[in-house]
């Protein structure tokens, strides 16, 4: 980044992302851009491309100054297909080179940024070693696939400096602010509960189908990397790793990290004391999934409980919505989710609150990709949006879940000693094994 350090620290309007996405493609901005010089510029490689790998690259050659110079995935297909609409978006890709082994990428000493959008068993492995090679790092949610791969992200980032954000976008957008001032303005009362839910009806496991050779051009044993050796099956493959524990924890860690992060930000909650989940595959035992279809997990606080509640192919959730968190008061009820918020009132309450609807008005993804590049522009670590220690919260939270219903107990968590109280439950669950010879980088 040569001289980029002056420049950034000059560019007091870019510095914390402050400024909207949507203004860049403005006259004022469009001048701005001319004006930044070869050696200010911020270079991009992208590792997984298939789905949010994507949008986030895409929300950030938006910002003048980032140039995207290195595309990385397993599926040449999925590199063909992104060479290609780079090019509609009027992209040099003369410049862009593309890899099917993300270390080749991280090797190249003039990229700056690296945007991580695998599956998730993928994510701190690459984020560790793309902080050694001494790289920013924007890392997709949930930012780990177990509470040890979570803990060992932090200590990367610690130990090397770099700026990594958790792709918690919604930790960008100004209604989810509103709505969390509100709470810890008091107004609701007494907090006794917090709902939150995921009714996704558009998400379905995939058919049970026959195992079959990869599709020409997947490298199928560098997707699967430091996960079990095992036959392809196009119905654990690209989207639908989210429901296999290999790769991923369903929709407690997928859509779960987003939710649950604003429950625990609402109650300035750290860990549970204990935690209780069941579920099951009840709705598409035909289906090919491991991951619970349906799962409702109690969470123990101080001074009030916290539940999750997800259903898979229907939309039905509380509140008329398919989604949301309710921090449920003495005062009434403030209800929150990706379309707005609003305070239902509490009809036993001589404290009389409502408020009506707010509808969400901003790109949560493009502000939170902003905030991203202005904090490695800035180095002011303390204005990212989402840290690596916010999204290791989180992801560690969701994990709690996800391991009382695979061991069947109800789990005491040891703050003091950063671990389940039962030791069995630690040693089978604490970490993900890594196989293939890969292994997570000492530190």
Known sequence: MSNRRSFLQQGSALAGGAILLTAFDSKPFSLFRQRISPADQINVGAI????????????AIKIPGVNVVALCDIDKNVLDKRMNEL????VDTSRVKTYGDY?????????????IGT??????????????????VYVEKPVGNSIGECRAMVAAQQKYNRVV?????????????????FVHSGQLGNIRTVKVWCYQGWMKPGPVVPDSAPPPGVDFAAWLGPAPT????????????????????????????HLLDYGLLGMKADVPRSIAALGGNFAYPDLYEETPDTLTTLYEFDGFNLVWDHAMGIDNGSYGRDHGIAYIGNNGTLVLSRGGWEVIEEKQSRNKISRPFEKASDNGLDKHMANFIGVVRSRKMEELHCSIQDGAHVATVAQMGNISLRSGQRLVWDK???????????????????HNGYKLPVI
């Open 103 to 115: 270390r080749n990428l991280l090797e190249r000493k003039d990229i700056d940024v690296v945007i």
């Open 48 to 59: 997984g491309l298939n789905g949010m790998g994507w949008a986030d690259l895409s929300a």
């Open 165 to 181: 954000q958790g792709g918690q976008w919604q930790r960008s957008q100004q209604h989810f602010k509103d709505a969390v001032d």
């Open 416 to 434: 003091a000693a950063g671990k389940f109280a039962d030791e069995k439950i630690n040693q089978e669950y604490f970490m993900k094994e890594y």
């Open 230 to 257: 095992r036959t392809f099956n196009s119905s654990r493959f690209h989207f639908n790793f989210r429901w296999f524990w290999d790769y991923a924890g369903g929709l407690m860690t997928d859509w779960g990290v």
């Open 87 to 90: 090019s509609k978006m009027k």
């Open 119 to 136: 599956p998730d068993h993928w994510h701190a492995l690459i984020m560790m070693e793309a902080c050694q090679a001494g790289k920013d």
